[in-house]
């Protein structure tokens, strides 16, 4: 008996190990697969694609599935139903992507259309496409769709800027009896498996209508100008890699990609469709493509307003607290050395707070005359300065004490420069410093900018964010 025993937890323990080893395999070739481009062209035979999508994924097949869709930068070959508009030959910047269901409860996508819209100027109306996929299989819902859509926007259609697309369901992989991960409802793998095969053929469709493409729920709104704080965070981002721009922190939504990277991103969602839901997908993707830390912008551009969710009516209340509708503007900070001669913790370094990422420095309990200091490459004309110190959770470790002042006169070496002069601009209350028309009230053009500590204190020091405006820069 204890030898049978033994026999049986050795079969098992071989079984699990075959396991594990070929789910190892199969992220290795995904990995491979991302990075190599071998060449190898897609036959864009419609009934090899249904035929390489229909089966259910699971190990065995897995590698057949990288072989047939090899070439990660081709894309799918389906037939879309162009229910309202048509792509203008002119490439934007920005393509918006929407897939949409019938819901239950509540209908938003009207409404988000609408705020794309009257969000945008009318210059960046010119720079953006509205792509809409009406993913729901009721035909009769479609309809009234479309005809809602264009009887509203009949003028963004006629601009070119507004899609309205749809894929048979002949096009569908198998969404029934798939996998019950994390022990879902047959019903919640089926909806969040068909949702990301919708999510994969709107990709596929929007891949060469732009530069860059950003994925919304069609329960969003957006916040003012949208478009003009996007390009301002790419144009900041030149010279370093990403995969994703996040500009929401919830779901998949103000997810900003190359779309270059939609192919790809496509075959992904296809291929590993019934495994979990989208924005886990995502963020493998991201991984995968060696960016492991979140990039994510605050304030965020948009805000989910559905109240009732797309899978069965339930509630959904989930809001971006860092959502900013009115006025919103993304600081230039120009480039610069970040120092300072507080003890910091971890790696919680100065760099994280000059930064519009989600992110920030800590330093440990500072004394006075210790400084928080920035060193501009150039000098520089200042319109607005705002600091902000502590956060939600560390409410206390904000600057009790203390001042902000810009300065002139710039020496020493590249790594030791300082301003010999400065001039103190005010005070920090409550942890927090924000300053307007500083152009007015500087007349020297710019070289430094630091935080002192006025006073020591026992709490320790979180600067959340430092944000810099600039007007025109001098000599120009």
């Known amino acids: 008996r204890h030898n049978l025993k033994y026999f049986d937890k050795m079969r098992c323990l071989r079984k699990r190990s075959a396991v594990s080893f070929l789910g190892i395999l199969v992220v290795c070739l995904l990995f491979m697969n991302l990075y190599i481009e071998d060449g190898y062209v897609l036959e864009g035979d419609k009934q090899l694609i249904r035929e390489t999508t229909m089966h259910q994924l699971n190990p065995e097949r897995y590698v057949h599935s990288f072989k047939d869709l090899s070439n990660f930068s081709g894309s799918i070959n389906i037939s879309y139903r162009y229910l309202a508009g048509t792509p203008l030959p002119r490439k934007r910047y920005l393509t918006i992507g929407l897939s949409s269901v019938k819901r239950k409860k509540g209908n938003y996508l009207l409404e988000t259309i609408k705020s794309i819209f009257e969000q945008s100027s009318y210059e960046e109306l010119k720079e953006i496409a509205v792509v809409v996929q009406l993913a729901d299989f009721d035909s009769a819902w479609c309809e009234g769709m479309v005809q809602d859509i264009s009887q509203k926007f009949a003028h ?243 600057l009790h004490h203390g001042a902000l002042e810009v300065g002139e006169k710039i020496v020493g070496s590249k790594k030791g420069r300082q301003c010999t002069t400065y001039l103190r601009l005010g005070e920090f209350k409550n942890g927090n410093f924000e300053i307007t028309d500083v152009e007015h009230k500087v007349l020297f053009d710019i070289n430094c900018m630091r935080i002192l500590v006025t006073k020591s204190q026992k709490e320790w020091l979180i600067i959340r964010s430092i944000s810099v405006w600039t007007s025109q820069t001098p000599n120009q």
């Open 156 to 398: 963004h259609i006629i601009a070119g800027r507004l899609i309205v697309i749809h894929v048979p369901e002949d096009y569908y992989p198998v969404l029934d009896g798939l996998k019950r991960n994390y022990n879902d409802p047959e019903d919640r793998v089926k909806f969040r498996s068909k949702q990301n095969v919708d999510y994969a053929f709107l990709l596929n469709f929007c891949a060469n209508l732009s530069d860059y493409y950003v994925m919304l729920e069609d329960d969003v709104r957006c916040s003012k100008n949208f478009l003009t704080a996007v390009k301002k965070v790419v144009t900041s981002r030149e010279g370093s890699y990403w995969v994703t721009l996040e500009f929401s922190k919830l779901g998949y939504i103000g997810k900003l990609y190359h779309s270059h990277d939609l192919p790809r991103l496509a075959h992904f969602l296809l291929m590993f469709y019934q495994e979990m839901p989208c924005d886990w997908l995502l963020i493998h993707f991201r991984g995968l493509l060696a960016q492991k830390e979140v990039i994510r912008f605050k304030p965020s551009l948009f805000q989910h307003m559905g109240y009732y969710s797309s899978y069965k009516g339930a509630e959904n209340k989930l809001k971006d607290d860092d959502f900013e509708e009115e006025s919103f503007d993304i600081p230039d900070n120009p480039p610069a050395n970040l120092h300072t001669n507080m003890n910091v913790f971890e790696n919680y370094e100065a760099s994280k707070a000059y930064s519009s990422i989600d992110e920030y420095f800590w330093g440990k309990a500072p004394s006075t005359g210790d400084f928080y200091g920035i060193v501009f490459e150039k000098p520089i004309k200042i319109s607005k300065i705002k600091v902000v110190t502590g956060t939600e959770d560390r409410q206390n470790d904000i």
